[in-house]
Nanobody, 121 residues
């Protein structure tokens, strides 16, 4: 049973920094965390940042220049370094991992448990 475990997050004052981590385990298939999403009450989950196997990155306009996504290729741990945080960054952040299956549908996305990030003075 694949598990996508997140760590990090918490509460910080505006202008502060936090780092989120995400690692997958428990599967016989290849599982690679590749993206961070966030969600606030009553809103859809939105993509914050993603990274390809060639380390190409994509960011939401609202976080570009402040957040950095990275992955440790030794163990596929995914990170999100968040700086210059504002109250608008307050949300539950989710890690998404791609599991490569041996049978159809061959690919499925697996979510982490979510972690609360609160930016408040």
């Amino acid at each position: 049973q694949v598990e996508v475990a997140q760590s990090g997050g918490g509460s910080v004052q505006p202008g502060g920094s936090l780092r989120l981590s995400c690692a997958a385990s428990g599967s016989q298939n290849i599982v690679k965390p590749y993206a961070w999403y966030r969600q606030t009450p009553g809103n859809k989950r939105e993509l914050v940042a993603s990274i390809t196997s060639q380390s190409g990155t994509t960011y939401a306009d609202s976080v570009r220049g402040r957040f950095t996504i990275s992955r440790d290729n030794a163990d596929d741990t995914l990170y999100l370094q968040m700086s210059s945080l504002t109250p608008e960054d307050t949300a539950v952040y989710y890690c998404s991992a791609r599991q490569y299956l041996k049978t159809w549908p061959f690919i499925e996305d697996v979510w982490g448990q979510g972690t609360q990030v609160t930016v408040s003075s």
